[in-house]
């Protein structure tokens, strides 16, 4: 890391992510699922910009798409990681910061923007007050802010166990295209967990579904993907929201190679074989009256990096 005397301030660019297959079990005592994921990080990012502030101070700006819909305190995970990260250093009297965060990742869209926010914060703050922490150790504190923050930080595709937090690089060939139906209205992460919970039998135990989706991905084969595409919490999220059943379905017989709710969602992810092919289904579902808001993305792409 650089020391503090280098820089005046750090920016960090921060991918949000798909989950390519998401395994849930029961809720556990502490809450959290244990789950089995295959997170991929995408071409949608925020950036993080770390300045000096007086000792003690943590502040948040936050601009971008629903930029007033993010909190700007403590509740935001950004500015915990800061606090988190002074704290490990024992620098709580001696460091300050003003967070800037550039928001492109949807707010409350299943694609991780919260997480990767702190994610950027604890990079952008240990490198702006030089402290000496090595990946896993950061890693570590990502995963008490939260579950994708780890994720966050590596990037690529991994497989994520335990809450998702414990990852394994996996391999993958090749680019995949997406596109995205992002929504306005957000869907709260606990509250789908408590939809599953809701519509899981008794006595489920987690079910493990995600080879289909590695052995697509070591091939690097787009339509073998597309069909192993799985996420447990998808009929939570259409049952919560039965538009989104609607829009999912619609993607798919317009051509998508698959479909699947992001995480918790609302994000719905569709697969297409090349850039082209996304453009068309976006010209599709437009024409169809579902073309809210779409986003074509690629991935997998690098986790949180210093751009300077
Ligand atoms: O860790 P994070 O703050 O991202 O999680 C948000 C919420 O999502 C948790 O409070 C919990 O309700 C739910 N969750 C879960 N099991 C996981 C990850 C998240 O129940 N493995």
Not at 62 to 75: E, K, L, Y
Request: hydrophobic content about 45%; overall charge negative; some cysteine.
């Amino acid at each position: 890391m650089r020391s503090p005397a280098d820089c005046g301030s750090v920016m960090v660019r921060v991918p949000g992510k798909i989950n390519l297959a998401l395994c849930s079990g029961p809720r556990r005592p502490d809450g959290y699922h244990d789950l089995v994921t295959v997170f991929q990080a995408v071409s949608v990012y925020d950036d993080v910009t770390a300045e000096h502030a007086p000792p003690g101070e943590i502040s948040i700006e936050v601009t971008g798409q629903r930029a007033s819909a993010v909190p700007i305190g403590p509740d935001n995970l950004a500015w915990r990681a800061a606090a988190r990260l002074a704290a490990w250093a024992g620098l709580e009297h001696r460091v300050g910061v003003r967070l800037l965060i550039e928001k492109d990742i949807p707010v409350t869209g299943g694609m991780a923007g919260g997480s990767a926010d702190a994610a950027g914060a604890l990079l952008a703050c240990a490198t702006l007050w030089g402290v000496e922490i090595d990946q896993p150790a950061l890693a570590g504190l990502g995963a008490e802010l939260g579950a994708d923050v780890p994720f966050c930080l590596l990037g690529g595709t991994a497989l994520g166990v335990n809450r998702g937090d414990l990852l394994t690089p996996v391999l993958s060939r090749g680019s995949y295209h997406w596109l995205l139906a992002l929504d306005e209205r957000g869907l709260s992460t606990p509250t789908v967990f408590a939809k599953f919970d809701q519509l899981t039998p008794p006595g489920t135990q987690l079910m493990r579904a995600e080879e289909g989706v590695c052995d697509s991905l070591a091939k690097g084969d787009a339509e073998l993907l597309g069909k192993a595409l799985v996420n447990d919490l998808q009929p939570a999220a259409f049952n919560l929201r039965p538009d989104l059943a609607e829009l999912h379905r619609c993607g798919l017989e317009l051509g998508a190679l698959g479909a699947v709710v992001s995480g918790s969602g609302p994000t719905v992810a569709f697969l297409c074989l090349d850039e082209s092919a996304a453009i068309e289904l976006s010209v599709k579902l437009s024409s169809e009256g579902r073309g809210g808001n779409l986003r074509r993305v690629h991935g997998p792409v690098p986790g949180a990096r210093i751009l300077g």
